[in-house]
């Protein structure tokens, strides 16, 4: 094939963007320092052989981890070598952008520690954690319980003789069973397990158990272990050991169990200490919390991909002697826009749970736990309403982009099978809802009684309004309105709150009800996200926006996430008589409005991701937009295409040409 000069094909469309892309580039990044990390770590990534990837849907399972493996290995050499910091390391495994132990390792193994270790425990784990000396991993899932943590089969039972607790599995289905890195990288893990002194149960707590021996890694004795099998998808999260994992009374000294919530002394007695007993499920809450981040991420990387492409294609009609560009369609913008006014939407609100979350944790330093509640429910409901809508929005990116979107060297079915668990790891999204739901009715159901409700529920205090209030809207220009927009998913989540928590007052047992409304529940924990998510976006453009033009578009993006939601849930808004009929059709007429203005900005607002083309992994979101030539490249990368007469010829194909020949000679 002619070897093509390089063009960038998206020059055109660069040069209609009416904003400031540098400044653009750093609201996204959280500010000028992240955006310096960030770029300077994909860019050490992208140019370092070690860490291509694009052969991972063609590798067998134990090449891919073997790759893993490799990668992981010279990414810490990195981190080693040029004195990395914390902030720098965990920016550069973003970008080696592969499922690994060592996420597990750093992600949760050593947050378990530091958030449920007393002091003691801190100093003498943390160290070797830190350097790697031992790789820990997460183990609470079980065969047979996942959501229903409190059934978790696993015990560990005191002996008061050997100051030591046996950890053992009783059944098949308190195997651990998930638990990623666990399968073959790990050496050390945290346990969930009941606790269980002089025959009685005390609840789960964490315990740290050494499972594989520091000199040959070999399993150790009492410990069952191995890989759960291949996952969703070629490649994808298959670079990852999911692991199971069986005790057969595994001894550890007492000091292995985790003591910050409950402690047990050397006679064998049960000791709570007075902080909440729910800092157990602490290291799923901080979590939650960096997946709301990170599907900001994945989300923007899809968005982008899509974007570029609907650019660079055209089907049907003529624009200036060629067929037009398919972002141009009404329909493909309307399917576009709200999913890169969402990825900008979940930037803002997962910077503003970054901010929760570590208000929440001072406070608990100071033994303040009021928040702990509010901070649960808004990285449970936040988790499950950004991942939920990822995951889908990966699949319509997919259809965005056609035929072509469904080769794996689009990038996106790889992305797509990579991102879909997480809408069920860290807590199943539909569990996760009804965990918001149960909030918000405890918090209506004790406004009466003095209790003041907190932070995003302070809505709430305004019920007698929310619940009457009309909307504000005359004309199609108040709803760019945000404080008529903000008012209006305040009424419609204050009013589905209070219309459930009134169905669920009329059975005698609220569990009852709870089972009997839990769809409707899910809905109103959902109406109640969206509002979070609309009105961080908000007052995140009530902060200093500088950069000329910049403010503009967030506020163009802002109008689009918030009218968007308006129209797909038109059913919530109507059904409350929140709005008027006449009010929706202004609404759609406002949001056409708002897709031409972001029409000539679009592939700056992608841009301002500042993705690598190694990072997006996708021949259709290339940043010169030089899409036909690549994807033949990638095409006669395929094995197949190594030689001209397939493999199998001889024996499959060539005895059914010759019969079907004989056949026809008949
Ligand atoms: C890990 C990798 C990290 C980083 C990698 C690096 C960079 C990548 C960037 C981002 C991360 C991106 C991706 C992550 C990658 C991969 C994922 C890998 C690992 C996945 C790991 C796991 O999945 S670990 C297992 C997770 N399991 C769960 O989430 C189980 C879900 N179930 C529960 O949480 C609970 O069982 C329940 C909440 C559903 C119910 O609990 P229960 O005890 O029965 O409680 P209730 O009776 O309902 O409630 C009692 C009261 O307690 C309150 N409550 C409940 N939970 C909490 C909490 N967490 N905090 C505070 N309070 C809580 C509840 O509201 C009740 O309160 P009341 O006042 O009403 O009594
Ligand atoms: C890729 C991946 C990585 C993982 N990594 C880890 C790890 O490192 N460590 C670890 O410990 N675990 C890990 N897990 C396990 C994960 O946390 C659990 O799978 C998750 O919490 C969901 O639990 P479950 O599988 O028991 O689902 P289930 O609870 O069995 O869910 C099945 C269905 O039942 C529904 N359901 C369940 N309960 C209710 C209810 N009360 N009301 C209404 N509907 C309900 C759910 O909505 C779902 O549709 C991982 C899982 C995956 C997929």
């Known amino acids: 094939m002619e070897a093509e000069a390089a063009v960038d094909y998206l020059v055109d469309e660069r040069s209609k963007a009416q904003f400031d892309i540098d400044a653009m580039k750093i609201i996204w990044a959280g500010g000028k320092h992240e955006f310096e990390v960030s770029d300077r770590m994909a860019r050490l990534v992208a140019s370092d052989p070690v860490f291509r990837k694009d052969n991972r849907a063609i590798l067998d399972r134990k090449e891919l981890f073997k790759n893993t493996l490799r990668k992981a290995a010279h990414a810490w050499k990195r981190i080693i070598e040029l004195r990395l910091s914390e902030q720098e390391a965990s920016k550069l495994r973003f970008f080696v952008d592969e499922p690994a132990y060592t996420d597990l390792h750093w992600g949760m193994f050593i947050p378990v520690i530091k958030g449920q270790g007393t002091e003691e425990q801190r100093k003498k784990w943390l160290p070797m954690a830190y350097r790697m000396q031992i790789i820990g991993c997460y183990a609470q899932t079980e065969l047979g319980h996942g959501s229903n943590v409190q059934g978790l089969e696993t015990t560990a039972t005191f002996d008061p003789e050997l100051d030591e607790f046996v950890i053992h599995s009783p059944t098949l289905t308190s195997s651990k069973w998930w638990p990623g890195g666990l399968g073959r990288a790990s050496t050390h893990a945290v346990v969930f397990a009941r606790l269980i002194t002089d025959g009685k149960d005390h609840g789960i707590n964490g315990f740290i158990v050494q499972l594989r021996s520091l000199d040959d890694h070999l399993p150790l004795p009492g410990i ?5 099998g291949m996952k969703f998808g070629n490649g994808a999260y298959n670079t990852m050991d999911n692991g199971f994992l069986r005790f057969d009374h595994v001894r550890i000294p007492r000091d292995q169990m985790l003591m910050r919530v409950k402690q047990v002394t050397r006679e064998g007695k049960v000791v709570q200490s007075d902080v909440p007993w729910q800092l ?12 709301v981040a990170d599907a900001s991420c994945a989300l923007s990387r899809a968005v982008c991909i899509a974007t570029r492409y609907s650019a660079v294609r055209r089907q049907f009609g003529s624009q200036n002697g060629h067929e037009t560009q398919v972002i141009d369609y009404r329909t493909q913008q309307s399917r576009l826009f709200p999913l890169l006014a969402s990825a900008y939407a979940f930037r803002f609100v997962g910077e503003w749970l970054k901010w929760l979350y570590m208000d929440v944790t001072q406070r608990l330093q100071a033994r303040d736990f009021s928040t702990l509640p509010e901070a649960h429910a808004c990285t449970a409901g936040l988790k499950s309403l950004t991942t939920s809508v990822t995951a889908d929005a990966i699949e319509e990116c997919r259809k965005l982009c ?17 991102y879909v668990p997480a809408c069920t790891y860290e807590g199943d999204n539909i569990v996760l809802l009804l965990q918001v739901a149960r909030f918000l009715m405890k918090t209506v159901s004790q406004l009466g009684s003095g209790e003041r409700p907190v932070g995003t529920t302070t809505y709430l205090l305004r019920l007698e309004h929310l619940l009457q209030c009309p909307c504000d809207v005359q004309g199609a220009e108040d709803w760019l309105k945000p404080d008529v927009v903000v008012q209006l998913f305040e009424a419609r989540s204050a009013r589905m709150t209070v219309a459930c928590a009134k169905s669920l007052s009329k059975f005698s047992k ?3 009800g709870f089972m009997d409304l839990s769809a409707d529940l899910v809905s109103v924990a959902t109406a109640h996200c969206q509002l979070i998510v609309v009105s961080k976006f908000v007052e995140k453009l009530q902060q200093d926006i500088p950069g000329e033009g910049v403010k503009q578009q967030l506020e163009a993006l802002c109008s689009i996430y918030a009218l968007s939601l308006l129209k797909k849930h038109l059913g919530d808004f109507l059904s409350t008589s929140c709005i008027t009929s006449k009010q929706a059709s202004l609404a759609n007429d406002v949001l056409r409005s708002l897709y031409s203005q972001v029409r000539p900005n679009a592939i700056a607002l992608v841009d301002a991701f500042n993705y690598t083309d190694h990072f997006l992994g996708s021949v259709l979101g290339r940043y010169d937009g030089n899409v036909y030539p690549k994807l033949y490249e990638e095409a006669l990368k395929d094995p197949l295409n190594e030689s001209v007469v397939p493999d199998g010829y001889h024996e499959y194909l060539q005895p059914v040409l010759k019969q079907r020949l004989r056949t026809a000679r008949l």
Not at 280 to 291: A, E, K
Request: glycine share 16%; hydrophobic share 40%; net charge negative.
């Open 402 to 418: 056609g035929g072509h979107g469904y080769l794996c060297s689009s990038g996106l079915p790889e992305l797509f099978a990579v």
């Open 280 to 291: 157990l499920y602490g290291t799923m809450v901080y979590v939650r919390q960096t997946i």
């Open 224 to 228: 069952i272990i191995g890989d759960i």
């Open 510 to 512: 609220p569990e009852d």
